[in-house]
DNA sequence: GCCAACGTTGGC
DNA sequence: GCCAACGTTGGC
């Protein structure tokens, strides 16, 4: 069984209109949703080799509290992703067709929420130990899994929006998860870490990686509020449309055409 | 909102 | 195939 890692964006986004928005809460209350809106190859051919049962790292992206959410697994393998010949939809590719798909995507059915919200500034804060000495308030993880950590794609390769989790760095993000033990730096309501442990995730959201934007029904903040604490909430003001990133895929299939960002110029 | 890092485009 | 210019990601 592999380990990934795949980001999310917590906040609203309007994108050709449409608020892509999709948070933890609404997947927790749809359980399992289709990882559509992917549009670069590299995070693609990634979920080409993700198998049903994989368990993935939820990520919270791009918004003021970034970090790890949630566990989800793979719960259906790679498949054509229908939102880039759908004209409507923010994430439309007009280059492809279904004659010969291009993007892929993947189900992910969500398994917990992190007990402990495990925010990228922690991770960093880990990766910073020059020794590998762990901090203190963390030291159960030990060298090992400060080494580990070190080595995240996350912590070296920030803009890959699925990425592969080794072993040890998806054991240590378990034991920091539900162990807790730092004072969260993120937090803004004075919320300690160790007592909650709700404290993780809120509402995630795809967006430069996954749109999710069909299934929204409406309220998703609501819904699970209960077991938000407010810390871990951002809000922060949609950002323009039209942002998401639209790699062309390198890999395999040949694209004839590709657009060109720079035509701007 | 700013802007650093990094991926991509596309001229040569 | 190199690499400069330019866009985008995404943390802060």
Redesign the pocket.
Known sequence: MKHWLM?A?PESRIVKGKDVKFSVDDFESMKTTPWEGV????ARNLMKEMQAGDRVLF??????N?GIAAFAEVSKEAYPDYTAWDSSHPYYDEKTDQEKPKWYMVDLTLKARAEHFV???LL?RIAASPSSEPPADVEYIGEEGVKAIKEMA?I??????VQRVEDEAWSVIEKLASTGGWEDEAVKKGKKSGSDKSNAVKKGQS???KAKTATKNGGEDSGVAGDIPDEARED??K?PA?????????TSEAQPL????????
């Open positions: 980001k964006e549009r670069n190859a590299e990520y919270h992206s791009n918004c003021k970034p925010s990228l500034a960093k996350l070296n390769r920030g803009r890959l929006s967006s430069g990686m922060k003001p950002k039209a942002k998401k990133r639209k790699a062309e895929d390198e590709r657009r060109s960002t720079r035509t701007r110029k």
